[in-house]
C-alpha cells in the first residue's frame, strides 16, 4: 500500500453557506487532476474535510511517481514530413528537435492512416511524473476552478496580490510523512496548522497525513470533516431536545456546521408570552437571525425552550446561555410588536394600498394584479367546488399581507401572516387557509391547498403569473426562470392531475389572456404557456413511472383537460402488452402518413365503393366494434375502448397487403382514404397508439 496524500488550506473564516460545496469541490478537482496524471490506484479512497477556517483532502494508496509509459506520439503528415527519397524533411527534423528526440531514424517513424491521410507517428516511453510535479498543478486547478460566490484579493507580506475565496495564511502537503515541495497562493507547504481559534494554543506540527483528523481532534479541538461534525450536532440536538423535539432543518444545520469547529449545544430559554405569537414568526426568527434551533411538544406546539450551537465549550456556560437569551429576547419583543401592531388594521384595510406597489411595470401594481386574481378565481370557483363569492373573497385578501410589518420583516411569511390576520378579522375559516394555501405548492413534493378554495385562488395566482409574465416575453431559457414560472406550471399540473378537477387547460389560460387586455405590451399568450405547460407535463408523468412512448401517445393529442391523463397512460401501458399492439401501432402510424399526405380530401365513407374483399372485411370489422368501444370510452373505460381495438388486427393486415390505397380510381382513393380515416379516428380516442410503435 502506498502512503497516504494529505492537503490542508488553512484560511481566514469562509462562507458558511458555501463551505460544504467548497469543500467538496476542492477534494473533488485535486482528486480527478491526480487520477488523470496516473497517481491513484484502484484502492485509493478519498476523504474531504471542510472547517470554518480549512480545506482539506486526505487520499489513501497514491503513488509516489507515476507509472511509466509506452506512447505513440502524432508527428507530421507523412507528405510534409519525409521528401522524395524517403528522408526527414527540415520541418520533420524541427519537430523532433522539440521532443527531444534529435538523431532518430526516418526507419523508426510509423505511418498510420487517419482516415484522409498518412501520419507520421513515433512510439516512445514517457517516464512518470513525480508526486509533488503533479501535485503542483492540482493545486493550480482546484484553488482557480472552485466555485467561489465571491472572490477576495488580499497582499501577502511580500507585497505580492493574491485572489482566493478568504485569505490564506498555511499549506499543508503530506505524502506519508514526507512533506511536498509545493506552493500555491504564496504558501510554501510544511506539516503545520492551527486547530480552534481558542480551545487550542500554538502550531500544531502533524505527525502524518494518516492521522491527521485524530491529531487535529486531540490536540486542535476541531473536528475537521463537516460531515461528522454535521452528525455530531445533529446528535447533540436530538439530545437536548429530550423528551421533546428539536426543528432542524436541514439548510440551518448545514449552516451552523459551517460556523463551528467543536460544536457544543446549550439550552436556553424565553418568556411564555411570547408564544401567543404564531410559532412560524417565532421559529423563523430563532432560525434567520439567530441559527437557533426550536423546541417543540410530540403535537408540534412549540415550547419556550430553545437550543444554540456554540462553538465554546466551557463547565461555565452561564453567561453564553444568558447573553444568547437576552439577544434572543430582544428579537421576539420585536416579532410580537409586529404581531400586535398588524392586527390593529384589517387585512381588507390594506389593500388600496397595493396601489402603490408595482407588480411589473409592463402589467401594473399588485393592486391591478388583485383584480385579475379575483376575477379569475372566480371563473375557477366551479371547477374546484368552491363557492364563488369565497373564492372572490380570498383572493380579494390573499396579498393584502404583504404591506404587512411582519411580511416586511420576513417575506417568507406571506400568505401563512395573511391566514393569521385574516382569523383575527373574523374570515371564514375557507377563506383563511386559501389566503394562506394560495401559494402552494411553493416547492417539489409541497402539500397542495387545503380546501376548493384555496386550489381556486392557487390556480388563479399560477395562471395569471405564467400567463402575464410569458405574455410580456420573459420566458425562462436554460436554468434560468426568475418568476419561477416551471413551479408554478408544475403546480397548476399536480393540483389539476391529484385533485381530479374537470378544467380545460387552455380555457383557463384563455381567461387570464382576457384580463390583460389593454396593457400595451402584453400578447396572447395562452398557446405558448399550453406547450409550455406540456413540457412540464412530459417530465411530470415520467416521474410517475411511465414510459417516454406512454407519455407521448397521450400528450400527442394536445389533451386540453389533464383530469384523466393517468387513467389514459394505464390504459396505453394494458394495450401495449397484448400481441397485437405492436402491429396495430405500426399499421397506425402509417395510416398517420396516408392521411399526412392526404391532407385536403374531405370525401365521406361509402360502403357502396367498396371493392376489394378486404376493405369490406375492415370496413364491416370497424362498423361492428365502434359502438362498443365509443360507449366504453364514454364511460372512462379507457382500457376497455383500447382493448376492444385488438382483433382488428388481422382485418387491418389484409387491408394493407390486398388494396392499394392510392388507386388510379379517385372516388376509390378517397374513399379508401375516408376509411382509414374513420378507423384511425376509433383507434386514437383514448391515445395516439402510432407513438408506440417501434422505430
Not at 498518412?118 to 512510439?123: E, K
Not at 475537521?224 to 432543518?249: T, Y
Amino acid at each position: 500500500m502506498n502512503p497516504t496524500l494529505l492537503v490542508e488550506l488553512f484560511t481566514e473564516e469562509l462562507p458558511p453557506k458555501a463551505l460544504l460545496s467548497l469543500g467538496e469541490a476542492f477534494s473533488e478537482l485535486l482528486a480527478n487532476a491526480l487520477k488523470q496524471a496516473g497517481h491513484l490506484t484502484a484502492n485509493s479512497q478519498i476523504k474531504t474535510f471542510a472547517s470554518p477556517r480549512r480545506l482539506g483532502c486526505q487520499i489513501t494508496d497514491v503513488l509516489a511517481k507515476s507509472p511509466d509509459e509506452d506512447a505513440l506520439e502524432r508527428l507530421l503528415p507523412a507528405k510534409i514530413g519525409l521528401d522524395g527519397n524517403g528522408q526527414p524533411t527540415p520541418p520533420l527534423l524541427k519537430k523532433l528537435s522539440s521532443l527531444g528526440l534529435e538523431g532518430v531514424a526516418a526507419s523508426a517513424l510509423e505511418s498510420i492512416s487517419d482516415g484522409k491521410q498518412d501520419v507520421l507517428h513515433i512510439r516512445r516511453k514517457v517516464i512518470g511524473k513525480a508526486l509533488a510535479e503533479s501535485l503542483a498543478v492540482a493545486l493550480e486547478q482546484a484553488t482557480t476552478k472552485l466555485p467561489i460566490p465571491k472572490v477576495m484579493s488580499y497582499q501577502r507580506p511580500d507585497g505580492s496580490t493574491v485572489k482566493f475565496v478568504r485569505p490564506a495564511h498555511r499549506l499543508v502537503a503530506l505524502h506519508g510523512e514526507q512533506v511536498l515541495p509545493v506552493e500555491i497562493l504564496g504558501l510554501k507547504a510544511d506539516r503545520l496548522t492551527l486547530g480552534h481559534r481558542f480551545l487550542s494554543s500554538g502550531v500544531i506540527n502533524l505527525k502524518n497525513a494518516d492521522g491527521y483528523a485524530e491529531q487535529l481532534k486531540n490536540e486542535g479541538k476541531v473536528i475537521a470533516s463537516f460531515a461528522e461534525r454535521r452528525e455530531a450536532i445533529a446528535q447533540h440536538i436530538e439530545l437536548a431536545a429530550k423528551p421533546e423535539r428539536a426543528v432542524q432543518p436541514d439548510a440551518l444545520i448545514d449552516e451552523v456546521c459551517a460556523l463551528v469547529e467543536w460544536p457544543v449545544v446549550y439550552e436556553g430559554h424565553f418568556e411564555e408570552a411570547f408564544l401567543e405569537v404564531p410559532q412560524e414568526c417565532l421559529i423563523l426568527t430563532m432560525q434567520a437571525n439567530q441559527k437557533y434551533f426550536a423546541i417543540t411538544d410530540q403535537n408540534g406546539q412549540m415550547r419556550n425552550r430553545f437550543l444554540l450551537v456554540s462553538n465554546l465549550e466551557t463547565e461555565t456556560p452561564h453567561s453564553i446561555i444568558h447573553g444568547n437569551e437576552r439577544v434572543l429576547r430582544a428579537r421576539l419583543a420585536d416579532a410580537k410588536f409586529f404581531f400586535d401592531q398588524d392586527r390593529k388594521r384589517s387585512l381588507e384595510s390594506r389593500i388600496e394600498g397595493l396601489a402603490q406597489v408595482v407588480y411589473h411595470n409592463k402589467l401594473g401594481s399588485q393592486k391591478d394584479r388583485n383584480e385579475r386574481l379575483v376575477a379569475l378565481a372566480q371563473w375557477l370557483a366551479p371547477f374546484t367546488g368552491a363557492e364563488p363569492a369565497l373564492a372572490q373573497r380570498a383572493a380579494l385578501l390573499c396579498k393584502a399581507d404583504l404591506l404587512t410589518d411582519m411580511v416586511g420583516e420576513f417575506p417568507e411569511l406571506q400568505g401563512n401572516m395573511g391566514e393569521h390576520y385574516a382569523r383575527h378579522d373574523g374570515e371564514k375559516p375557507d377563506v383563511a387557509q386559501a389566503i394562506a394555501d394560495h401559494y402552494s405548492p411553493r416547492f417539489a413534493g409541497d402539500t397542495l391547498p387545503r380546501n376548493a378554495v384555496g386550489l381556486a385562488v392557487a390556480l388563479a395566482d399560477k395562471v395569471e403569473t405564467m400567463v402575464g409574465i410569458y405574455g410580456i416575453g420573459l420566458i425562462p431559457t436554460g436554468d434560468k426562470d426568475p418568476f419561477a414560472l416551471r413551479r408554478h406550471a408544475l403546480g397548476v399540473i399536480r393540483m389539476v392531475i391529484e385533485r381530479k378537477l374537470p378544467l380545460n387547460i387552455k380555457a383557463a389560460l384563455k381567461t387570464a389572456c382576457g384580463l390583460f387586455s389593454g396593457y400595451a405590451d402584453f400578447s396572447d399568450s395562452s398557446e405558448g404557456v399550453y406547450q409550455f405547460m406540456l413540457d412540464r407535463l412530459r417530465g411530470y408523468l415520467r416521474e410517475q413511472g411511465y414510459s417516454a412512448a406512454e407519455v407521448e401517445s397521450v400528450l400527442a393529442q394536445q389533451p386540453e383537460q389533464f383530469t384523466d391523463l393517468v387513467a389514459r397512460l394505464e390504459a396505453v401501458r394494458a394495450f401495449s402488452a397484448l400481441e397485437q399492439a405492436d402491429a396495430l401501432a405500426a399499421a397506425n402510424k402509417r395510416i398517420t402518413n396516408i392521411l399526412k399526405k392526404a391532407e385536403g380530401t374531405s370525401a365521406a365513407f361509402s360502403a357502396n365503393l367498396l371493392r376489394e374483399p378486404a376493405e369490406k372485411a375492415l370496413a364491416d370489422k370497424v362498423k361492428a366494434i365502434e359502438p362498443s368501444a365509443l360507449q366504453a370510452f364514454a364511460n372512462g373505460n379507457f382500457q376497455e375502448a383500447l382493448a376492444l381495438l385488438a382483433p382488428l388486427r388481422p382485418e387491418v393486415d389484409a387491408f394493407f397487403n390486398d388494396v392499394m390505397v392510392m388507386d388510379k380510381d379517385e372516388s376509390l382513393k378517397n374513399n379508401r382514404i375516408a376509411l382509414l380515416s374513420w378507423m384511425h379516428g376509433l383507434m386514437n380516442k383514448v391515445a395516439d397508439i402510432s407513438q408506440l410503435a417501434k422505430a
